[in-house]
């Protein structure tokens, strides 16, 4: 039986150093949600908080609506894989995977039947005499994760389990994570420092940032609409233009005569508390692709710009343009299609400011 | 890079001739029917028996404190085991303070000569806990602690060379109690350094004299000492079989370690 997990103001600290500091969130039953953020930010305590690993200092921790903290690890009926390849090396993989239903003295017919679904369902059955130092990395982790839901667990927990994978390898085992936790419907909580990874794979991404959440919300949202300045630097790249505010709708670039449209532009933690005022300097932080090259002639052309740099990505292409009369740099990124220039052009931008953030002072 | 290896080999050839030429002599001493002052190399094949060596191992003495020992090593390698394999795994897990304590106490019988801790151990047990003076086994912890600074390493080393913290956490996520984690998980991943801890108490007791004699347990090596006024070419023959039987057994644990570890 699964069940909804909740962390309800839950606090931990390490000696002086706030890991968690009131952590509150849900993960719905089936759901997968992804901790993200930079080392340290606290995702991972909140995984071993959650596993019973770490006691928290105040809060609660429930899944189904019952509180787990007086239960020991071994009691919570909670799966995991960590990033460190964590299968036991003297066993092989079929007993990796009995290890837990041999914990709970489950008959010998049943091990056997469940552990030839496991390998058939992670696509490694003819692997089953293996020792783990026999199969490769990607192959470990798989292992791993059969072997967590082997128990049957209530919530799956992922502790980066992709990290120590090469990238081929890491996209290949990140979409069979996904396919085999929408087959388990088991509510999954996924930390990673991987922004790609965390928009590929989620459902929810939940990005955090010195112990405390950011921003919680589902993963286009996230990248569209951050609604910090954090998570806008942290999820994606990001355009950081020094802009002068003149009026609740328009502002100029710093030094620069043209005018920027900002009414839709969200104002983050800054220009919410008061941040951007008019008069004032302020920071448009910006998606490269939301940076378009435009006709010279096109209303909406905000900057003429001379191309400095461009980076070919295939599908793709980013281009590093320089506006005119200033040292401003500027990453856009279209469509290869849409890119059809030389470094030493001159090319138009336009800023489209719906999805962009707005937040108090001159850059960083 | 010739002339290095020559001076590797000379180096060998020293260590081996300094090793070999006592054995050697202890053999022809210990198996050889002739008298001492008439060996040379000129009789170096001639009249080996080990008549000597069998009517010493008839004696009842010698069953008897070979016996002792063999029990007390048996017992020694047991307490270690079970005293430093879960302490030293839960000081990884925990405490780097804790390791380096445990470090450093195990370094303790190198300076702490053995007849201290004879006189420290009977002042604190005599009145208290008089059995431990009493009862050989009563050795058994003082063994235990001489041997340490060997057994210590050894479990240290298998420790070290695990990702022990992702292990446990992965046993105890499986639902597994912290007993069936150390039985199952942490024994059999760090058994070549068990084994290799297990083989050097159990040389270490079979070896040991001064604690043995400051407490009048017949032990084998006081046996021996004691022997070697009635039948020295016996106790000679025995002292070169326990010393051959030691070299079998350290070799025996180091190739155990290389077979577990490929």
């Given at each position: 039986?699964?069940?909804?997990v909740?962390?309800s103001?839950?606090?931990?600290?390490?000696?002086?150093?706030?890991?968690?500091?009131?952590?509150d969130?849900?993960?719905?039953?089936?759901?997968?949600v992804?901790?993200?953020?930079?080392?340290?930010?606290?995702?991972?305590?909140a995984?071993r908080?959650?596993?019973?690993?770490?006691?928290?200092?105040?809060?609660?921790?429930?899944?189904?609506?019952?509180?787990?903290?007086?239960q020991?690890a071994?009691?919570?009926g909670i799966?995991?894989?960590f990033q460190n390849?964590?299968?036991?090396p003297?066993?092989?993989?079929?007993?990796?995977?009995?290890f837990?239903?041999?914990?709970?003295?489950?008959?010998?017919e049943?091990?056997?039947?469940?552990v030839?679904e496991?390998?058939?369902?992670?696509?490694?059955s003819?692997?089953?005499?293996r020792y783990?130092h026999?199969?490769?990395?990607?192959?470990?982790q798989?292992?791993?994760?059969?072997?967590?839901?082997?128990?049957?667990?209530?919530?799956?927990?992922?502790?980066e389990?992709?990290?120590?994978l090469?990238?081929?390898?890491?996209?290949?085992?990140r979409?069979?994570?996904?396919?085999?936790?929408?087959?388990?419907g088991?509510a999954?909580?996924f930390?990673?420092?991987?922004?790609?990874?965390?928009?590929?794979?989620?459902?929810?991404i939940?990005?955090?940032?010195?112990?405390?959440?950011?921003?919680?919300g589902a993963p286009?949202?996230?990248?569209?609409?951050?609604?910090?300045?954090f998570?806008?630097?942290f999820?994606g790249?990001?355009?950081?233009?020094?802009?002068?505010v003149l009026?609740?709708?328009?502002?100029?670039?710093?030094?620069?005569?043209?005018?920027?449209?900002?009414?839709s532009?969200?104002?983050g933690g800054?220009?919410?508390g008061?941040?951007a005022?008019?008069?004032?300097?302020?920071?448009?932080l910006?998606?490269?692709?939301?940076?378009?090259?435009?006709?010279?002639?096109?209303?909406?052309?905000?900057?003429?710009?001379?191309?400095?740099?461009?980076?070919?990505?295939?599908?793709t292409?980013?281009?590093?343009?320089?506006?005119?009369?200033?040292t401003?740099?500027?990453?856009?990124?279209?469509?290869?299609r849409?890119?059809q220039?030389?470094?030493?052009?001159a090319?138009h931008?336009?800023?489209?400011?719906?999805r962009a953030?707005?937040?108090?002072g001159?850059?960083a | 890079?010739?002339?290095?290896?020559?001076?590797?080999?000379l180096?060998?050839?020293?260590v081996f001739?300094y090793?070999?030429?006592?054995?050697?002599s202890?053999?022809?001493?210990?198996?050889?029917?002739i008298?001492?002052?008439?060996?040379?190399?000129?009789?170096?094949?001639?009249?080996?028996?080990?008549?000597?060596?069998?009517?010493?191992?008839?004696e009842?003495?010698?069953?008897?404190?070979?016996?002792?020992?063999?029990?007390?090593?048996?017992?020694?390698?047991?307490?270690?085991?079970?005293?430093?394999?879960?302490?030293?795994?839960?000081?990884?897990?925990?405490?780097?303070?804790?390791?380096?304590?445990?470090?450093?106490?195990?370094t303790?019988?190198?300076?702490?000569?053995a007849?201290a801790l004879?006189?420290?151990?009977?002042?604190a047990?005599?009145?208290?806990?008089p059995?431990?003076?009493?009862?050989?086994?009563g050795?058994?912890p003082l063994y235990?602690?001489?041997?340490?600074p060997?057994?210590h390493?050894?479990?240290?080393n298998?420790?070290a060379?695990?990702?022990?913290?992702t292990l446990?956490?992965?046993?105890?996520?499986?639902?597994a109690?912290?007993?069936?984690t150390?039985m199952?998980?942490?024994?059999?991943?760090?058994?070549?350094?068990?084994a290799?801890?297990?083989?050097?108490a159990?040389t270490?007791?079979?070896?040991?004299?001064?604690?043995?004699s400051?407490?009048?347990k017949n032990?084998?090596?006081?046996?021996?000492s004691y022997?070697?006024?009635?039948?020295?070419?016996?106790?000679f023959g025995?002292?070169?079989?326990?010393?051959?039987?030691?070299?079998?057994f350290?070799?025996?644990?180091n190739?155990?370690g290389?077979?577990?570890?490929?």
């Amino acid at each position: 039986m699964t069940g909804k997990v909740e962390f309800s103001k839950v606090s931990k600290s390490f000696g002086t150093v706030k890991a968690l500091v009131d952590f509150d969130l849900s993960i719905e039953e089936g759901e997968l949600v992804t901790l993200l953020g930079p080392s340290g930010c606290g995702k991972s305590t909140a995984l071993r908080v959650a596993a019973g690993f770490e006691p928290p200092d105040s809060g609660d921790v429930s899944i189904g609506g019952v509180s787990i903290l007086a239960q020991s690890a071994n009691k919570r009926g909670i799966g995991m894989v960590f990033q460190n390849y964590s299968l036991f090396p003297h066993l092989t993989v079929t007993q990796n995977l009995e290890f837990g239903m041999r914990v709970r003295n489950i008959a010998r017919e049943k091990r056997t039947a469940r552990v030839g679904e496991l390998l058939e369902l992670v696509r490694l059955s003819g692997l089953s005499d293996r020792y783990p130092h026999q199969i490769s990395g990607g192959q470990q982790q798989r292992v791993a994760l059969a072997r967590a839901l082997a128990v049957e667990p209530r919530v799956l927990l992922l502790d980066e389990p992709l990290s120590a994978l090469d990238a081929t390898v890491r996209i290949e085992v990140r979409e069979e994570i996904r396919r085999i936790q929408r087959a388990s419907g088991i509510a999954t909580i996924f930390v990673t420092h991987d922004q790609e990874e965390a928009l590929a794979i989620s459902d929810r991404i939940c990005v955090m940032s010195n112990g405390k959440i950011e921003q919680v919300g589902a993963p286009d949202v996230v990248y569209r609409s951050p609604s910090t300045e954090f998570v806008a630097r942290f999820v994606g790249k990001v355009n950081d233009i020094e802009v002068e505010v003149l009026s609740s709708t328009k502002a100029r670039l710093r030094g620069h005569k043209h005018e920027i449209e900002i009414a839709s532009a969200g104002t983050g933690g800054g220009a919410a508390g008061g941040g951007a005022v008019v008069g004032g300097v302020a920071r448009l932080l910006i998606r490269p692709e939301d940076v378009q090259i435009v006709r010279t002639d096109s209303a909406r052309a905000n900057a003429r710009c001379t191309v400095k740099t461009i980076h070919f990505g295939g599908a793709t292409t980013t281009a590093d343009v320089e506006i005119d009369g200033t040292t401003h740099l500027v990453r856009i990124a279209d469509s290869t299609r849409n890119m059809q220039f030389r470094v030493g052009d001159a090319v138009h931008i336009a800023f489209d400011t719906e999805r962009a953030l707005l937040t108090r002072g001159g850059a960083a | 890079m010739r002339r290095g290896r020559v001076g590797a080999w000379l180096v060998l050839f020293i260590v081996f001739v300094y090793y070999l030429v006592p054995m050697i002599s202890m053999a022809r001493f210990a198996f050889q029917r002739i008298l001492v002052f008439r060996l040379s190399f000129g009789n170096l094949f001639d009249k080996w028996t080990i008549d000597s060596l069998i009517e010493f191992l008839k004696e009842p003495e010698f069953r008897s404190s070979a016996s002792l020992s063999i029990q007390l090593a048996v017992a020694t390698a047991a307490l270690t085991l079970a005293l430093l394999v879960p302490t030293m795994a839960v000081a990884h897990l925990r405490s780097k303070r804790m390791r380096r304590i445990i470090e450093l106490s195990s370094t303790l019988p190198f300076v702490v000569p053995a007849i201290a801790l004879v006189v420290g151990f009977a002042g604190a047990f005599r009145e208290t806990l008089p059995i431990l003076i009493r009862s050989p086994f009563g050795l058994v912890p003082l063994y235990v602690i001489t041997a340490l600074p060997f057994t210590h390493r050894a479990i240290e080393n298998g420790l070290a060379a695990l990702d022990l913290r992702t292990l446990v956490d992965a046993s105890q996520s499986l639902g597994a109690t912290w007993y069936r984690t150390v039985m199952f998980v942490i024994v059999p991943n760090i058994r070549a350094s068990i084994a290799t801890a297990a083989f050097l108490a159990f040389t270490v007791v079979m070896g040991e004299f001064t604690i043995a004699s400051l407490l009048l347990k017949n032990t084998l090596p006081l046996y021996l000492s004691y022997a070697q006024g009635q039948n020295p070419q016996g106790a000679f023959g025995v002292g070169l079989v326990l010393i051959l039987f030691t070299t079998i057994f350290v070799a025996s644990s180091n190739r155990l370690g290389k077979v577990v570890r490929t």
